[in-house]
């Protein structure tokens, strides 16, 4: 299976030219710049019209309105996931969203904390501590997630949130992949990544 891996689009969505071929696409936040009804629909009828035979995405702290929201109407190939997850071709994708009602909560922390151990490809917008999470000398990933991803070892983690970070590190036989494609002034400056059944990944420069 090959999935194509974006994040943090932040509505920049539509200049995405001629992506890649892909079994799977998966958005791992941040689609949304203010976090509006209208934004979320519009990235939504974007991302269910691309021509994949999966389509997989979750909310980032940006997408603030899909906070409870109740998603209905979405076509059968498109997944919206929130603390579950989906099987694809064999493969389990388990996708946790970023909202700030969650962090407060102890929601969030609940989830990580629940993620299955038979997760293949685990989708979160905020990155794991000490992996592509760096800013201004502060480490912007949570530990509770670094310490759920050592006890569930999923071949791939997709995430985003840091912006000027995209990039792909393996570390322990997984693949660590950060595919926000903004940069620190939320201009799109950044590849998506292609990742490939053996594990190997192709750096993809949009036009």
Same mark, same amino acid.
């Given at each position: 299976?090959?999935?194509?891996?974006?994040?943090?689009?932040?509505?920049?969505?539509?200049?995405?030219?001629?992506?890649?071929?892909?079994?799977?696409?998966?958005?791992?936040?941040?689609?949304?710049?203010?976090?509006?009804?209208?934004?979320?629909?519009?990235?939504?009828?974007?991302?269910?019209?691309?021509?994949?035979?999966?389509?997989?995405?979750?909310?980032?702290?940006?997408?603030?309105?899909?906070?409870?929201?109740?998603?209905?109407?979405?076509?059968?190939?498109?997944?919206?996931?929130?603390? @579950? !997850?989906?099987?694809?071709? =064999?493969?389990?994708?388990?996708?946790?969203?970023?909202? &700030?009602?969650? *962090?407060?909560?102890? $929601?969030?922390?609940?989830?990580?904390?629940?993620?299955?151990?038979?997760?293949?490809?685990?989708?979160?917008?905020?990155?794991?501590?000490?992996?592509?999470?760096?800013?201004?000398?502060?480490?912007?990933?949570?530990?509770?997630?670094?310490?759920?991803?050592?006890?569930?070892?999923?071949?791939?983690?997709?995430?985003?949130?840091?912006?000027?970070? @995209? !990039?792909?590190?393996?570390? =322990?036989?997984?693949?660590?992949?950060?595919?926000?494609? &903004?940069?620190? *002034?939320?201009?799109? $400056?950044?590849?998506?990544?292609?990742?490939?059944?053996?594990?190997?990944?192709?750096?993809?420069?949009?036009?």
């Amino acid at each position: 299976m090959k999935i194509l891996h974006i994040s943090d689009t932040h509505n920049h969505h539509r200049q995405l030219q001629a992506l890649p071929a892909a079994d799977v696409i998966v958005h791992s936040g941040d689609f949304t710049m203010a976090g509006t009804e209208a934004e979320v629909i519009d990235f939504i009828e974007w991302f269910c019209a691309l021509p994949y035979n999966h389509k997989v995405f979750i909310a980032g702290n940006h997408d603030a309105c899909l906070f409870g929201a109740d998603i209905n109407g979405l076509p059968e190939n498109c997944h919206y996931l929130y603390g @579950n !997850g989906v099987t694809i071709e =064999g493969m389990k994708f388990f996708g946790i969203p970023m909202f &700030v009602e969650d *962090d407060i909560s102890g $929601n969030y922390t609940q989830m990580l904390e629940n993620i299955p151990t038979d997760a293949d490809v685990l989708i979160t917008h905020q990155p794991p501590y000490g992996i592509l999470d760096e800013g201004d000398d502060i480490h912007y990933g949570s530990k509770v997630l670094r310490e759920s991803i050592k006890r569930v070892k999923p071949k791939y983690h997709l995430f985003g949130h840091i912006h000027g970070l @995209n !990039g792909i590190k393996k570390a =322990g036989g997984i693949i660590y992949s950060n595919a926000a494609l &903004v940069d620190e *002034d939320y201009k799109l $400056n950044y590849s998506p990544h292609v990742l490939f059944p053996n594990m190997t990944v192709l750096k993809y420069d949009n036009p």
